[in-house]
């Protein structure tokens, strides 16, 4: 893999296994973004997420890395019952119940306050839940951070668009950096980038938010998804 920024060295990400997330403003979404926020000390926050129509539904899912949030929007018809949403999270890969119909302006946070993880210096952890695949490295010999993201093989069987990806925002002990470039890609694409510079001790948040068009048990509809993460880079 061939890194976005100057410098740095590739980063593998394993396929991810599961799915969820939907991007890809190909037609008009009905879940916006609106620009996020600087994070607090200890904290990842993603970009906030509005949106007013009646029928959104979402769910999120942590892992040791960071967390995910899926939400999509049908474009119309009769709401999802209980049992219709445990159907969709079934195909999805997303536990019993994590699904949920939500309304009005509702921002998503991807990450809650808690410990930021440890990035050493030429390792690749990678982590993976039911929206994808992050994989991310501090590259210390050219002082910076490579990632990749990989949308999982359930959630793209549901998107039936290019995705449409804003680009990774990211900060440097609290202070907001230069955002990666976005993309607007097929939905098999493997998002990556470098965030630079990035030294030993630094503590660094980044995340990404993706829009794409789905079709949601012969429903079509809108959906986006939120990553982040959270991470100290060490030698």
């Not at 991807?110 to 695949?133: E, F, I, Y």
Request: charged share 20%.
């Amino acid at each position: 893999m061939v890194n976005e920024g100057r410098g740095g060295k590739g980063v593998r990400v394993r396929p991810a296994v599961v799915a969820a997330v939907a991007a890809a403003m190909l037609a008009a979404p009905v879940v916006a973004q609106a620009a996020p926020e600087s994070p607090r000390a200890g904290a990842v926050s993603a970009e906030s997420v509005a949106t007013s129509a009646p029928q959104t539904y979402a769910a999120t899912t942590t892992t040791a890395g960071g967390r995910t949030t899926l939400r999509f929007a049908l474009d119309g018809g009769a709401k999802l019952s209980r049992a219709d949403l445990d159907r969709v999270g079934a195909q999805l890969g997303l536990g019993k119940g994590s699904l949920r119909a939500v309304s009005g302006s509702v921002a998503q946070r991807a990450a809650a306050a808690r410990r930021s993880a440890v990035l050493r210096c030429d390792k690749n952890p990678s982590w993976s839940d039911a929206n994808g695949t992050l994989a991310a490295r501090f590259n210390c010999h050219y002082s910076n951070i490579n990632w990749g993201f990989k949308i999982s093989a359930r959630l793209q069987s549901i998107i039936t668009s290019n995705v449409n990806e804003s680009g990774v925002s990211w900060w440097r002990n609290g202070k907001r950096m230069p955002k990666n470039a976005g993309h607007v890609v097929g939905k098999s694409y493997h998002f990556h980038g470098t965030l630079k510079p990035v030294k030993h001790g630094d503590h660094v948040q980044f995340q990404d938010y993706m829009t794409f068009r789905v079709r949601i048990g012969g429903r079509p509809g809108t959906g986006s998804l939120v990553w982040a993460a959270d991470v100290t880079a060490k030698k």
